[in-house]
């Protein structure tokens, strides 16, 4: 059959054409037709020499135009990637943190895990790491002559407090501050020194797909804390474990290698099975193979194996560096000369001090061996050390799992880990019930967890269950009542502050403001001017005020104090009450010696038995008389022979109304010098001061309870003044009804009789603990236990308290805090309120006839 001369329609079918038959002939004919098109693909690929000769023979015309046009994309956009990987390193470095780690009593070995299983969540989405990069940490270990630090470097855009509340939740009981970041190692010497240094990385020697050693019966960082021991001071040493979560496609694309393998090992022994050896014993040798390849097939096999767990769960890419460096003096030519620059140290002695530095870089290195499994670490060769260090710059790295990071980076676990700085107490949040400021609240301090830098303080309705301050000398006990005393200032509260050592009085007066100078009353023991009076004698029931004032002198001089000397003291005080004018101590020593100042001030004693104990008196002889009175007379010239206490206590009318300082908002400040006035001496005058503040305080019984201002009594040293006339546990109990918050201070529970300790423990229902000995630890732990225990009390920090308040009457759970430093200091505010105290004492004051202020 001829074929038909006509031209092929290339046309779609007739849409009347419905037949089967016309339609499938239709189809093909377009098909064929289409295949016969020439197009640039089809013909490159039936010939692709003929467009390679076409495009060789166009360079030629094109080629000086594009290649320029061509090199110049390529260098913007090099250039561009440079500027952007800049601008990523600064926005990490702009606000970054460092966070120094102190090391708990006793670490979880599964801290370091739960850690880096938490901060892979710094991993951010797909678009925003195409936009803004990765941000990454730097794990570091330094060290020098004082010991090993570890620190936690943090790159800006993290939420401050994120990584340290992470390390304290990872490790209970570590502590972690953060401060402005800078260098691990310094990069510049001091003047006449110069700087050595050698350094370098570590990096996995094969397919990062393949895991380090991450199970390890003994800590494995021992080797590494014990390779830079014995520096110098002139040494100093650091590990760097930079860490980036990662994220996207690269975990995907490292689990690719172990498919293949797997794969091509089947496809291999498919073709074996295919196509086998002819030969006999040749055959049989192919067909089990050599034992070359059994082994190779088992460690492939066990390789296999460890790379599947490491592929699960989040990763890690990680680069460690380290580096040691060391400072060798500068030596001159000719010290006589004008040697001009100083020359270099000797070639032997920075020869000695080079080869010192590589042999530590050496065990540093070596010290990661133990991580040896399927994979292990190689050295590598890092320019500048020093500055690379300092950078913290992470571009690429190796693979890890957050098992194996951990291995690397954590807390040393052996108790014995030399020189290691360890954590005192755990830091444990307050309760949310505890207030924070205002004009009611006097502050405690700051917590130092959970919600960090949250302020914390005792309302002053619950202050009214008075304030137990206990800790060593030192620990901050007189700053925080320093500022709980300028507090109750602000708000206009009455206070009476006892000091016996004198520097918390110089404290507040330097602080407090003017306008409140005319509410102070000054008792310093230390100035020359005249102090105020406040004469114990001086009370509306003056029998009560010799009752108390004999039993302060027995208390005091309890170990020469016998029943004779108290009945000579309480008679004698007692004919003086009785007669007209103002009684003072002064005139007891003329009472007991002169008989005719004795006959005038018996004229107004109708007490027969008062009469009667002077009848025995007159009797005595001379020296029987002198002997009676011996006892009390050389405590009492002990005690008036001194200026200030004599001007104090037996000046006359008293000048200051205690009633006053608590009503209506003054502030009584007693400095009671010990160095000055002698224990015995400043204890007495403390004691009057309760004394005469708690005879006051219960003056306000005849006032209801909403007119009964709220006053505070604080007492430092506590210890020296409780000795009074009735017991402590009815004065702090009776002490809330009357709106008056007590707060005691001391340094351990042995200056305590057994009996004050109990009712202070009882009563003063606010506890808030400085860093206490050992032996106080294991019998205060009862109040904040389970939540901090006898390690916690004996090793908290300076100005750190473990604290237990009451809130709305009931106790809450223990926590820590750090109290808060004193606001800076007034030039010359100090003398200016004393001055204006020193006008106020010369003159008897009224009382104030102000309304009383309404209870808080």
């Not at 140290?345 to 080079?354: I, T």
Request: proline share 9%.
């Amino acid at each position: 059959m001829r074929p038909d001369p006509r031209p092929l329609a290339l046309a779609w079918p007739d849409p009347c054409d419905f037949t089967l038959a016309g339609s499938r002939r239709t189809w093909a004919a377009t098909a064929s037709a289409a295949a016969l098109t020439p197009s640039a693909l089809g013909g490159y690929l039936r010939d692709p020499w003929e467009p390679t000769h076409t495009l060789a023979g166009q360079l030629p015309v094109w080629g000086p135009f594009a290649g320029p046009v061509f090199a110049l994309l390529i260098a913007a956009v090099l250039a561009w990637a440079r500027r952007a990987r800049r601008r990523y390193q600064h926005r990490l470095h702009d606000g970054a943190q460092l966070v120094t780690v102190l090391v708990p009593p006793t670490v979880d070995p599964d801290g370091a895990e739960t850690l880096w299983a938490n901060l892979a969540g710094l991993a951010q989405s797909g678009w925003r790491r195409l936009l803004t990069g990765q941000p990454h940490v730097a794990w570091e270990y330094l060290f020098d002559a004082d010991g090993i630090r570890i620190q936690l470097w943090v790159p800006g855009g993290v939420p401050h407090g994120l990584v340290e509340r992470a390390v304290e939740a990872a490790w209970p009981g570590a502590r972690a501050t953060a401060e402005r970041p800078h260098p691990p190692l310094p990069t510049f010497a001091l003047p006449g020194r110069r700087l050595l240094s050698a350094g370098g990385e570590l990096r996995l020697a094969r397919t990062e797909t393949l895991p380090i050693r991450s199970d390890h019966r003994t800590d494995p960082l021992r080797a590494l804390l014990a390779a830079p021991l014995g520096l110098t001071r002139d040494q100093r040493a650091a590990v760097q474990i930079l860490a980036r979560p990662v994220a996207g496609r690269r975990p995907a694309r490292h689990t690719r290698p172990v498919v293949l393998r797997l794969l091509s090992r089947l496809l291999d022994l498919l073709l074996d099975l295919l196509t086998p050896s002819t030969h006999g014993r040749g055959a049989q040798a192919h067909q089990n193979g050599s034992p070359a390849d059994h082994q190779n097939r088992l460690r492939q096999a066990s390789e296999n194996r460890a790379a599947l767990p490491k592929n699960r769960g989040p990763r890690y890419e990680t680069r460690i560096r380290y580096a040691v460096l060391t400072t060798v003096p500068y030596t001159t030519a000719d010290p006589g000369a004008d040697a001009g620059p100083r020359s270099l140290a000797s070639d032997e002695a920075a020869r000695k001090a080079q080869g010192q530095i590589q042999g530590r870089a050496r065990a540093i290195a070596a010290a990661f061996t133990g991580y040896s499994d399927h994979n292990h670490y190689r050295r590598a060769r890092l320019r500048d050390p020093l500055h690379a260090l300092a950078r913290r710059r992470l571009r690429r790295g190796d693979l890890l799992s957050v098992a194996e990071l951990a291995a690397l980076a954590h807390l040393p676990l052996d108790l014995a880990a030399p020189g290691l700085q360890r954590a005192g107490a755990k830091a444990v949040p307050p309760p949310p019930a505890i207030p924070t400021r205002g004009r009611d609240i006097r502050p405690i301090g700051l917590a130092d967890s959970g919600q960090r830098r949250r302020p914390v303080g005792l309302h002053v309705a619950d202050a009214r269950h008075h304030v137990h301050v206990l800790g060593a000398t030192g620990a901050g006990k007189s700053e925080l009542l320093a500022r709980m005393t300028l507090a109750d200032v602000h708000a206009g509260r009455g206070v009476v502050n006892v000091d016996p050592k004198g520097d918390q009085i110089n404290d507040i007066l330097a602080r407090l403001p003017l306008a409140a100078a005319h509410r102070v009353v000054l008792f310093d023991a230390e100035t020359s001017t005249q102090p105020p009076c406040l004469n114990p004698l001086d009370q509306p029931d003056r029998h009560r005020a010799a009752d108390n004032l004999t039993s302060i002198f027995s208390r005091i001089y309890a170990d020469s104090w016998g029943p004779r000397t108290d009945d000579i003291l309480r008679a004698s005080l007692l004919t003086l009450a009785a007669g007209p004018g103002t009684p003072r101590l002064t005139d007891l020593p003329k009472l007991l010696e002169s008989p005719a100042f004795r006959a005038r001030a018996l004229r107004a004693v109708d007490d027969e038995i008062l009469l009667g104990f002077w009848q025995w008196y007159d009797q005595l002889t001379d020296g029987a008389r002198a002997f009676a009175v011996a006892p009390l007379m050389n405590k009492l010239r002990g005690l008036l022979l001194r200026p200030f206490i004599r001007h104090t206590l037996a000046a006359g009318p008293s000048t200051v109304q205690i009633d006053d300082v608590l009503d209506h908002g003054g502030i009584c400040l007693v400095r009671a010098a010990q160095d000055t006035l002698g224990v015995e001496t400043a204890a007495l005058l403390g004691s009057i001061v309760v004394s005469t503040v708690w005879q006051s305080v219960t003056r306000r019984a005849r006032l209801s309870q909403h007119h009964r201002a709220d006053a505070a009594l604080y007492l430092d040293e506590a210890h020296y003044f409780l000795t009074l006339p009735y017991a402590l546990d009815d004065m702090l109990t009776a002490a809330r009804a009357y709106r008056l918050s007590i707060t005691l201070a001391h340094q351990h529970l042995a200056q305590l009789p057994r009996h004050l300790e109990e009712a202070i423990a009882t009563n003063a229902r606010n506890k808030v603990f400085f860093a206490v000995s050992p032996t106080d630890a294991r019998r205060l732990v009862g109040h904040v236990e389970p939540r901090l225990n006898e390690h916690d009390l004996a090793h908290l920090d300076v100005f750190h308290v473990a604290a237990r308040l009451v809130v709305a009457g009931a106790n809450t759970a223990p926590f820590t805090a750090r109290t808060e430093p004193l606001p800076p200091a007034i030039p010359g505010r100090a003398d200016q309120i004393r001055a204006i105290a020193h006008r106020r004492a010369t003159r008897p004051t009224e009382p104030d006839r102000r309304r009383p202020r309404p209870a808080a």
